[in-house]
């Protein structure tokens, strides 16, 4: 089964209202990426957290290696915060991250 | 299951050398990408593609051609190696959801090592 299964696929939220994406892993993973997608393809860094928790603006990740998982929370959500987010994250020494499938968020006025 | 197969998962090259880096996806999606993830840098695109025949430059396009022979397929082409080039490549198959909204399928990731 796949190692990194990020929920949910699809997320709608009001202007000034915010949620959490999260993405569990099967296995012990050594360090976690979240990204957005713009438009064109082009992935943005986010994050990169090889432990605890890191916060920019109104995005905040967290990482917790021994219970596999890592979350992002949005507060306040604007318009522009809609796009796809995903996650990715590296097991041992491949530094080969592995991808969740996506988080497509739309921010409604 | 959707499914995106990257070929070769490693291979080492010499400057000055042709590499070709092969994707394939069964997901019958239109759009494909090419990436590179290095350190301090995350991903970034390199090409990406609309569909058979259409090939577009992505943020870092230069030293890199790409190619999509058929809606399946999608090829990063390195005429000439430079140990620059040196990273690990992604390729991703989207699946537009409509609105700007799409999932990115990512294949397993290609380490290419310039010498």
């Known amino acids: 089964g796949d190692q990194v299964e990020q929920s949910p696929s699809a997320l709608s939220l009001h202007e000034g209202t915010g949620s959490a994406l999260r993405c569990n892993f099967t296995?012990?993973?050594?360090?976690v990426q979240w990204f957005r997608k713009n438009s064109r393809g082009s992935l943005i860094n986010l994050f990169y957290?090889?432990?605890g928790t890191k916060e920019n603006g109104r995005l905040k990740s967290a990482f917790d290696s021994k219970e596999r998982y890592s979350t992002l929370h949005i507060r306040d959500a604007q318009l522009e915060d809609s796009g796809t987010y995903f996650c990715a994250a590296e097991s041992g020494g491949n530094y080969k991250p592995t991808f969740g499938k996506g988080t497509s968020l739309v921010v409604h006025p | 299951e959707a499914a995106v197969t990257q070929s070769p998962r490693n291979k080492v090259a010499v400057t000055g050398g042709k590499v070709t880096l092969s994707c394939n996806q069964t997901n019958n999606h239109n759009n494909m990408y090419w990436y590179r993830q290095d350190t301090g840098h995350g991903l970034r695109l390199i090409h990406y593609?609309?569909?058979?025949?259409s090939t577009e430059k992505g943020d870092i396009p230069d030293g890199y051609k790409a190619s999509r022979p058929s809606q399946e397929n999608f090829s990063l082409i390195l005429e000439l190696a430079t140990p620059s080039q040196t990273s690990v490549y992604f390729c991703?198959?989207?699946?537009?959801w409509g609105s700007g909204a799409e999932t990115l399928y990512f294949g397993s990731g290609t380490r290419l090592t310039v010498l």
């Open positions: 296995t012990t993973m050594r360090a």
């Open positions: 593609s609309y569909g058979a025949g």
């Open positions: 991703a198959s989207g699946e537009d």
């Open positions: 957290l090889a432990s």
